[in-house]
């Protein structure tokens, strides 16, 4: 058994749950800070339900499930009860989070700018919305073959992610024990999981590309719904005719599904499986509501790469694919970005919107420069809050050891907490009313020097603490370690007053 792996880092927060009105059988978790001059703030809580200070986690029995019970009847994805005009308890629960009516929910995942995903089986997630009218979202990834392999370990590095803020969590294991590793992982978890399919398909057939085969991929895909996968990288928008232009590129193919899909197509002398199989696969996803994320197989691995032919040819046939989906009332959201230069970035956004019909974006960074190793959680947040602010709704996160090495937990925090950062960021620029009123609260504590509430607003409450308890070591001073008692203007400027 893990013990306080899964605790909230705030730390005066009491966990605070909201009921519904319409579905009054729901309960949603949201942290409440109580700030030391009597007012509250209530911020979206990523650990949901179960993240207080004293709950520790049982990997064999895994998460009580948060909504076993709420779908009755016949069985319908969200976008088809969405177009109906059934607000579902799901949609209801996002609604709270994001402090919005539900009725504003279910019309976004109807005309497909926002989805819900949310495996029939996986009851342990609680539902949280993605779409660029919504809070800007981000993703970690994990894997076996990127920070250990134990299995403790991958559950371990999902809920380390989501203390930190995580919205979702995409397990990439590609070696041993894929399957049990993903078990825990779904079992233990309450945010949206999601993976990339041809991963274990191509274990399933030792690493050799050339075996691979659309039932090999179709009989993954159901081991997966079944399992309780919420959405799918699916790269079958690579098509065959744009392999030639990525290879002329500067670093050719980047993405490891891109790359696995380009050296099938180019032994077989066949169009990707994954094209010609498409309906296929909406009409499975549909059976368990797993949502598409339409994978960029294409996105630029440099600079200098950035919005060129291949990559754009792949985004427009995203588009297509989009509106088959939808046909299935399957939930769709799009994958982006990579390197881009900064004034290439609205381009993106812009091309994507048109193309893609409205559903929502996934960007991983854009990492805004090539020459960033060893900083590239860096490179990439400029990129992630640029396209945030344009309307991106979710950002894959990028640690400092991108290009590099493994992530360890250190690294991953630093990656979770910089990309917060950036869709914060994005969120201010938006608009947001719970960002802006955060961070007035966060500037009001800053003036009067309440030190507890200023951490306790930070995105990452333990290192503020430390640092300035490292220098100061007093909760009551009015001033800080950066000028000293005798130079702090905020204390001059009050003196004046
Ligand atoms: S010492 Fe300087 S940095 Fe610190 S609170 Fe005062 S003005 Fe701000």
Known sequence: MFKKLFHNPIECKSKHYVEGKIHPEIRVGVCRISLTNGEQIDLYDTTGLYGDANHTIDIERGLPPARSRWQEGEFRTQLSLARRGVITPEMEYAAIREGVEAEFVR???????????????????????????????????????????????????????IKWGADTVMDLSTGANIHQTREAILRNTPVPIGTVPLYQALEKVDGVVENLSWEVYRETLIEQCRQGVDYFTIHA??????????????????????SIMAKWM??????????TNFNEICEICADYDVALSLGDGLRPGSIADANDQAQYGELKILGELTLK????????????????PMHLIEDNMVKQREWCHGAPFYTLGPLVSDIGAGYDHITSAIGGAMIGWMGTAMLCYVTTKEHLALPNKDDVREGVVTF?????????AKGNRS????????????????????????????RARRMHYEMVGNSDADYCGMCGPHFCAMRITKSIK
């Open 325 to 340: 989906a939808w046909e299935y009332d399957v939930q769709v959201i799009i994958e982006g970005p990579g390197h881009v």
């Open 435 to 462: 960002a802006l009123a955060r961070d007035l609260a966060m500037s009001r504590a800053r003036y009067d020097f309440r030190w507890a509430d200023q951490f306790n607003l930070s995105l990452d409450p333990e």
């Open 266 to 275: 180019e032994h077989h002398a066949a169009q990707n499986f994954l094209y």
């Open 107 to 161: 019309a976004k995942i109807a005309k497909g700018e926002a989805i819900l995903p949310c495996n029939r089986n996986h009851p342990e997630a609680e539902p949280m919305v993605i779409g660029r009218d919504f809070l800007v979202k981000i993703n970690s990834n994990i894997g076996n073959s990127a920070l250990g392999s134990s299995i403790e370990e991958e559950v371990e590095k999902a809920l380390w992610s």
């Open 237 to 258: 928008g690579l098509l065959r005719e744009f392999v030639p232009m990525a290879l002329k590129r500067v670093t050719g193919i980047v993405s490891r599904g891109g």
């Open 420 to 428: 917060k950062l950036a869709a914060h960021a994005a969120d201010i």
